[in-house]
C-alpha cells in the first residue's frame, strides 16, 4: 500500500469518526451568516451577540452534558427542567434561611459572604444526587422504566417546589407566603449574568466528562451498558451502579444549570423557571449524535449540539419579527426529529429506504406538505396566505416525484 492510499485511508476514517461534529460546525456558520444577513443588529453588534448565544448555549450544554449520559447508558431523562426549578428553589431557601436579619426582622440578602453561598451551592447538589439516587432505585430496585421514573419526578418537582417555596418563605420572612425568593447579593447574581462564567463551568463540566467517557474503564462500561445491557452483566459489569453514576450525574448537571439559571435573575420561580428544558436538553443530545437506543454519542458532539440549537433559537429570534419566542419549541420539536430520523436514516442506508409506502405514504405527502405550508405561513410576517399555499404545493411537488422514484425503483 503506498504512503498516498494510508493517508486517503485514514482521512476517510477521520471523516467517518468526527463527521457529525464537521457537519455540526458548518451547519453553525450557515446559520450566523444567515442570520446576519438578514439581521442589521446582528452585524452592528457581534461582540454582545456572540457573549449572549455562549451564555444561553452554557446554560444548555451543562445539563445536557447529563441527559447525554444517560442516554448513552441506554436510559432517558424527563426531568430536567423540574429538577432545575427544584434546585434553584432549594438554593435559593438556604440562602434566606441563613441569611442574616435587621433589627426591624427584615432579611438581608444583599451581602450574604462566601460561607452561606458555599453551604446554598453544596447543599443544592447533595439534594441533586438524592434525587438521582431516587431514579437509579426506582429504575434498579422497583423495576420502573426510565421514562415512567423521570416522568414522575417531571410532575412531581415541580409541584413540591412550589410547595416548598411557599412554606420558606412564610416561616423566614415577615411577608407571609410568597411564591418566589429573591436574592439580591451580588455575588450570587454574577454567577448567571456575567457571560464567560457559564461558559467556563460548561467547559470544565465537558471536560471532566470527555475524560470520564473517552479515557476511563467506567466510560466504556457505559456506553457497553447502553449498547447492550444482557451483554454487559454477562461481561461481569456492574450495570446497576452505572445506572446510579448516569442518573446522578444527569441530576446534578441540572442542579448546576438551576443554580445559574437562578442566580441570573436573582429569584427562584419554580412555576415557570426551566419549564420545558427537558425538550431542549435531549435535542441538544440527539442533536449533537446521541442515539437515543443508547451506546452511541460524543462529548464534543454534544457540546456542539447545544451551541447549534442556541444558535438556531437566537436566530429565529432575530429574523422573525413577530412572537418569535412563540416558535421556539416548535424549532426545538422539529430539529429533534430531524437529528433522530437521521441518525437511523444513517444506520439503515438512506438510499435504499422507501419513505412513502402504500397509502400511508400518499397521506403523509400530503400532511408533510400542509405542515410545511402551515409553518411558512405563520413565521411570514407579510403575506401569509400566498407564501404558505407556495410552500405547501412546491413541497408536493418534491414529495409526489419522491413517491414516484420509489414507485418506479420497486417495480
Known amino acids: 500500500m503506498s ?4 493517508n486517503s485511508g485514514n482521512l476517510a476514517r477521520w471523516l467517518q469518526r468526527y463527521g457529525n461534529e464537521l457537519g455540526l460546525l458548518f451547519a453553525i456558520l450557515v446559520v450566523v451568516g444567515i442570520t446576519a444577513g ?17 451564555r444561553q448555549a452554557s446554560l444548555l450544554g451543562i445539563f445536557a452534558l447529563g441527559a447525554a449520559t444517560v442516554i448513552i447508558a441506554g436510559g432517558i431523562d424527563l426531568s430536567s427542567g423540574s429538577v432545575i426549578a427544584f434546585s434553584g428553589a432549594i438554593c435559593t431557601s438556604i440562602m434566606i434561611a441563613l441569611a442574616p436579619v435587621d433589627d426591624a426582622g427584615n432579611l438581608q440578602t444583599r451581602e450574604l459572604g462566601a460561607g452561606i453561598l458555599c453551604a446554598a451551592v453544596v447543599g443544592t447538589l447533595l439534594v441533586a444526587v438524592l434525587i438521582g439516587s431516587f431514579h437509579a432505585w426506582l429504575i434498579t430496585v422497583i423495576g420502573l422504566p426510565p421514562f415512567i421514573a423521570t416522568l414522575a419526578s417531571l410532575v412531581g418537582l415541580r409541584s413540591l417546589a412550589r410547595v416548598l417555596v411557599q412554606d420558606v418563605t412564610a416561616a423566614v420572612t415577615t411577608q407571609g407566603r410568597n411564591t418566589q425568593i429573591y436574592v439580591n447579593d451580588a455575588s450570587f447574581r454574577s454567577w448567571g449574568s456575567r457571560w464567560w462564567i457559564p461558559l467556563v463551568i460548561f467547559l470544565v463540566l465537558s471536560g471532566l466528562m470527555w475524560i470520564l467517557m473517552s479515557k476511563t474503564v467506567i466510560g466504556r462500561h457505559l456506553y457497553a451498558l447502553g449498547g447492550n445491557e444482557e451483554a454487559a452483566k454477562l461481561s461481569g459489569i456492574r450495570t446497576d451502579r452505572l445506572k446510579w453514576l448516569a442518573y446522578c450525574v444527569g441530576t446534578v448537571t441540572a442542579a448546576i444549570a438551576g443554580i445559574l439559571y437562578s442566580s441570573y435573575v436573582g429569584m427562584s420561580n419554580p412555576a415557570t423557571q426551566g419549564m420545558g428544558y427537558e425538550l431542549n436538553a435531549i435535542a441538544a443530545a440527539v442533536v449533537g449524535g446521541c442515539s437515543l437506543s443508547g451506546g452511541i454519542g460524543t462529548i464534543p458532539g454534544v457540546m456542539l449540539g447545544a451551541l447549534f440549537l442556541r444558535v438556531v433559537i437566537d436566530s429565529v429570534a432575530k429574523t422573525v419579527k ?10 426545538v420539536g422539529a430539529l429533534v ?13 438512506a438510499l435504499k429506504k422507501q419513505f412513502f409506502p402504500g397509502g400511508l405514504g400518499v397521506v403523509n405527502i400530503f400532511i408533510l406538505s400542509l405542515l410545511g405550508g402551515v409553518i411558512t405561513a405563520v413565521m411570514s410576517s407579510d403575506h401569509k396566505l400566498m407564501i404558505g399555499s407556495s410552500t405547501a404545493v412546491v413541497i408536493l411537488g418534491v414529495l409526489a416525484f419522491k413517491k414516484f422514484l420509489e414507485m418506479r425503483s420497486r417495480n
Not at 426529529?337 to 442506508?349: I, K, M, P, Q, T
Open 3 to 6: 504512503p498516498n492510499d494510508s
Open 38 to 54: 438578514m439581521d442589521d443588529s446582528y452585524r452592528q453588534k457581534p461582540g454582545q451577540n456572540a457573549a449572549e448565544i455562549l
Open 322 to 331: 413577530t412572537n418569535p419566542d412563540e416558535f421556539q419549541g416548535l424549532i
Open 337 to 349: 426529529v430531524l437529528a433522530v430520523a437521521f441518525n437511523e436514516l444513517r444506520d439503515a442506508g
